[in-house]
């Protein structure tokens, strides 16, 4: 049944406009994320000292190598470290700057990521992930920030360009159903919702891309749609409203007020204490997946350990990996993630990032996402110029209507 004429324009204006406003935001979005569901194959290509072991050997032990970069800058700790290494890769870890105590701001050391050669304990190669750079070290890891934030400044710890890509995604969530409701204007015209008038070419065509492109890809762009809205704002939108209908459980992130950048938390434990109180809680459930990676967030003082093969750290192929969180301070359990257990709103949240990446379905997964991605960017293309196409139609209207010899007619 058709919608009221005036419900439909009013629905027609609000499409319109958001599509307009959010265009940019989503074509850089979709180009971004068809690209990086293939960031650490383009990245080892472009920059294989960040990948590649340049010696052949027995790996160091992990923690041995984390103080060896500690030691080595004074002015960063090591915030992520893998615990295993593929044979012939390079053992990458993430750093933070520390406080100087002499002026009480952060050190800026110029870089975050650190790859270590395993065998030898050297350093192959530091950079800031996420730079504004095009250069090839950068250029992966900066489309992929660009993905989700594009590059908005920091304004204090509020990051703007979270929180506008998260807006535009639930705006994008409501405009799902707006679409979808006018793209089908009459029950006896439903099959050209879903038509390609590829004979015709031109304006019809675009037009048909975008109505019956989008009515094709709907369930799918809706589902990018919910997960962008949980990959940006999980904790401040996404785990309240899910809450609503299901029982969460506790989440360390969720329930703890970060501390302020130049105020972190300093553990009592060190990482080789956390892994084994999570290797200890591991073998009494009975887990038999080795600890793969941790973690030390100094912004709420916990510690995260996953469990998972060396290279699967992205966890393809199904709900992702099992996380355990300890205190920072006294050790005690504060939180764990195990893919496929909890309650239905639970494992809703668990689905967020391998549907939104495409990893839930492993490696078809990840090409359909390049494939949407696309599709995004193309809809808001054609969306623009369908907006062009009728603003020209109707300045050459109110032309016509406004010209002296249309009067004396």
């Known amino acids: 049944m058709a919608a009221p004429t005036s419900l439909r324009n009013a629905l027609v204006l609000v499409h319109r406009w958001f599509g307009l406003a959010a265009a940019l935001f989503l074509f850089v979005a979709g180009l971004t994320g068809a690209v990086i569901s293939w960031d650490h194959e383009l990245d080892g290509w472009l920059n294989p000292q960040?990948?590649?072991?340049?010696?052949?050997?027995?790996?160091?032990?992990?923690?041995?190598?984390?103080?060896?970069?500690?030691?080595?800058?004074a002015r960063v700790r090591v915030s992520y470290l893998p615990l295993n290494v593929e044979p012939g890769h390079a053992l990458n870890m993430s750093v933070s700057p520390r406080v100087d105590a002499r002026t009480g701001a952060l050190f800026e050391p110029g870089y975050n990521q650190v790859a270590i050669d395993p065998a030898t304990g050297e350093i192959q190669g530091q950079r800031e992930w996420g730079a504004i750079?095009?250069?090839?070290?950068?250029?992966?890891?900066?489309?992929?920030?660009?993905?989700?934030?594009?590059?908005?400044?920091?304004i204090g710890t509020f990051e703007l360009g979270i929180w506008v890509f998260g807006l535009i995604a639930i705006g994008w969530v409501i405009d799902c159903a707006i679409a979808l409701w006018i793209s089908f204007p009459s029950a006896?015209?439903?099959?050209?919702?879903?038509?390609?008038?590829?004979?015709?070419?031109?304006?019809?065509?675009?037009?048909?891309?975008?109505?019956?492109?989008?009515?094709?890809?709907?369930?799918?762009?809706?589902?990018?749609?919910?997960?962008s809205v949980s990959m940006n704002l999980g904790n401040e939108v996404t785990r309240p409203v899910v809450s609503w209908f299901s029982t969460l459980s506790p989440s360390p992130f969720a329930s703890r007020t970060p501390a302020e950048p130049t105020k972190p938390i300093e553990p009592r434990l060190g990482f080789s204490q956390a892994v084994s109180l999570a290797e200890q809680e591991a073998r009494r459930r009975g887990w038999t997946l080795p600890a793969g990676?941790?973690?030390?967030?100094?912004?709420?003082?916990?510690?995260?350990?996953?469990?998972?093969?060396?290279?699967?750290?992205?966890?393809?192929?199904g709900l992702g990996n099992p996380w355990l969180y300890f205190d920072g301070l006294d050790g005690s359990v504060a939180g764990e993630v195990v893919p496929g257990e909890g309650s239905a709103g639970d494992l809703f949240m668990q689905l967020q990032f391998p549907l939104h990446s495409g990893r839930i379905a492993g490696v078809w997964g990840?090409?359909?996402?390049?494939?949407?991605?696309?599709?995004v960017a193309t809809l808001s293309v054609t969306g623009v110029v369908i907006w062009l196409r009728k603003r020209r139609a109707r300045a050459v209207r109110l032309s016509i209507a406004s010209s002296p010899y249309q009067l004396q007619s």
Do not use: C
């Open 293 to 317: 990676g941790v973690f030390y967030s100094a912004d709420f003082g916990i510690y995260g350990v996953g469990f998972f093969e060396p290279g699967n750290d992205h966890g393809d192929g």
């Open 133 to 154: 750079s095009l250069d090839r070290e950068n250029l992966l890891p900066f489309l992929y920030k660009l993905h989700y934030s594009l590059h908005l400044p920091q």
């Open 188 to 227: 006896a015209a439903w099959r050209k919702s879903f038509a390609f008038r590829f004979r015709k070419g031109g304006y019809p065509l675009v037009f048909d891309a975008h109505r019956s492109g989008g009515v094709w890809l709907w369930p799918l762009l809706l589902i990018i749609a919910i997960t």
């Open 50 to 73: 960040f990948f590649e072991a340049r010696t052949q050997g027995q790996a160091k032990p992990a923690f041995e190598l984390a103080a060896r970069v500690e030691a080595a800058d």
């Open 366 to 375: 990840r090409a359909l996402m390049s494939v949407l991605g696309l599709a």
